[in-house]
């Protein structure tokens, strides 16, 4: 017979788990700082300038802090407040951000706040993307990056169904896409496209550069006399684009560009005699043409939003 005293299975509970902030708010399925603003509101946290800090409501459901060597000092609750009724209702009234709404049009954050401005509901401020009347009715939230400081405005999830967004997201959408990749493009076999600024362009990629122009809120003319031609010089040249608050002209050197070459490289030469600043855009940069402009106005000093 083994006396050996028998091992029994260990009953002692470990302890609950302590969540972040931002690792609650993935449990809740909501974004961080719409779970921050929420807390703020319920007065649970409160801002300061070094961080967030609790309210005794906050320690009361479970709120304490943790230091870290590398994040400093932060809030954990416990684990079974993501089943508070408080924080339930946050499903009822999910928001999301403008990454979230352009992912189904393939476009980028930056290009769907672009378009919210132009539809008046957000404008750009000194510390980023800033919430308006009209954009507030239409219950956006403004929000603050507890790390940069910029300001953003994340949305209900049934703005998507909004018919003047819904509209041109499709169109910002469809200005860029392939045609040979997309059925039923709205532009495909054009040879007249009317932008949203009026423009008519008889070049795709003259199209595109303009709405990008537009869409970022720029002023610029089309296919602009130049004016440093010699006046008993019988021939117009004319550039493709010119922005007049940064003497700046823009060259698209596409193959239907609606102008010979020979007068191309003549304008290259007067740009060249006369030290104009010039963009030159080709024809593979039209598929990355937001990175690329952007970079470009970048080194030409000029602020793109």
């Not at 009953?11 to 909501?30: H, W």
């Not at 080194?299 to 939003?305: N, P």
Request: contains cysteine; aromatic residues 10%.
């Amino acid at each position: 017979m083994d006396d050996k005293p028998q091992q029994t299975q260990s009953t002692q509970k470990e302890p609950p788990q302590k969540l972040s902030t931002s690792a609650l708010a993935k449990v809740l399925d909501v974004p961080s700082q719409q779970l921050f603003a929420t807390l703020k509101d319920y007065g649970w946290i409160r801002k300061l300038d070094e961080g967030w800090a609790l309210s005794s409501k906050g320690e009361f459901e479970g709120g304490e802090y943790v230091h870290s060597k590398r994040y400093g000092r932060y809030i954990v609750w416990p684990e079974e407040l993501a089943s508070h009724p408080l924080l339930l209702a946050l499903e009822d009234n999910r928001h999301i951000s403008a990454t979230m709404v352009g992912k189904a049009f393939g476009l980028s954050a930056r290009e769907v706040n672009r378009i919210l401005a132009e539809l008046g509901w957000i404008k750009h401020g000194f510390q980023g993307w800033e919430l308006t009347a009209v954009g507030e009715q239409r219950g956006g939230i403004q929000l603050e990056n507890d790390s940069s400081g910029t300001f953003y405005v994340v949305w209900p999830q049934d703005i998507q169904s909004n018919k003047a967004l819904s509209k041109l997201l499709e169109f910002s959408a469809g200005v860029y896409a392939d045609p040979a990749a997309v059925s039923g493009d709205m532009f495909a076999n054009q040879s007249d496209y009317q932008g949203l600024d009026g423009h008519r362009h008889s070049s795709r990629a003259h199209f595109q550069i303009c709405h990008w122009l537009y869409m970022a809120g720029i002023a610029h003319a089309c296919q602009r006399e130049l004016p440093f031609v010699a006046e008993d010089n019988p021939q117009t040249l004319r550039a493709d684009f010119y922005l007049p608050a940064h003497q700046l002209y823009i060259e698209c050197w596409d193959d239907a560009g609606g102008s010979s070459l020979a007068q191309r490289m003549q304008r290259k030469d007067i740009y060249q005699q006369y030290g104009c600043a010039v963009i030159d855009i080709e024809k593979d940069d039209l598929d990355q043409l937001d990175e690329v402009l952007t970079r470009q106005f970048r080194k030409q000093g000029i602020r793109v939003f």
